[in-house]
């Protein structure tokens, strides 16, 4: 154990945290996406929903302030009429990490998939809220 760092994050998040360089991205998935299929690396946070890791990665996680958007979600699709209130959580938990943070990208679903291919890591969440994925673009820390 270490003090002042969430329990949520494990071992293996906290060094993919701080392998992670800047511009690389990190997606935080809910439970009904292809992660396994999709992940260069793979981080299992089973029993765990998006928010509470969403908040403990934004502790340690510096946002890259030299891009427009550096948090996308994916978007919904054409004619679906999901509720996304968790957006707004997300929102909140940003705004309270005292990181640059004006609004999301949206991403369409495809394109999101792509993405998540190409990022460093997905974390894989239990999740159940629908279009509940995330990715994070991973800034520079400034002493």
Do not use: C
Request: charged share 25%.
């Amino acid at each position: 154990m270490l003090k002042n760092i969430s329990s949520i994050l494990s071992p293996e998040l906290l060094k993919v945290l701080m392998e992670m360089g800047h511009g690389d991205e990190i997606v935080i998935a809910d439970g009904n996406f292809p992660a396994a299929s999709i992940a260069q690396r793979l981080i299992r946070a089973d029993g765990h929903s998006v928010p509470p890791i969403l908040e403990a990665v934004l502790k340690l996680f510096p946002l890259d302030i030299y891009v427009k958007k550096p948090v996308a979600l994916m978007q919904l699709v054409p004619g679906d009429t999901v509720k996304t209130p968790i957006w707004e959580e997300y929102r909140s938990i940003i705004k309270a990490s005292g990181e640059k943070f004006d609004d999301f990208e949206n991403v369409e679903r495809f394109a999101f998939y792509e993405r998540a291919r190409k990022a460093y890591a997905v974390i894989a969440t239990s999740e159940s809220a629908l279009y509940a994925n995330i990715i994070l673009k991973k800034g520079v820390v400034v002493s």
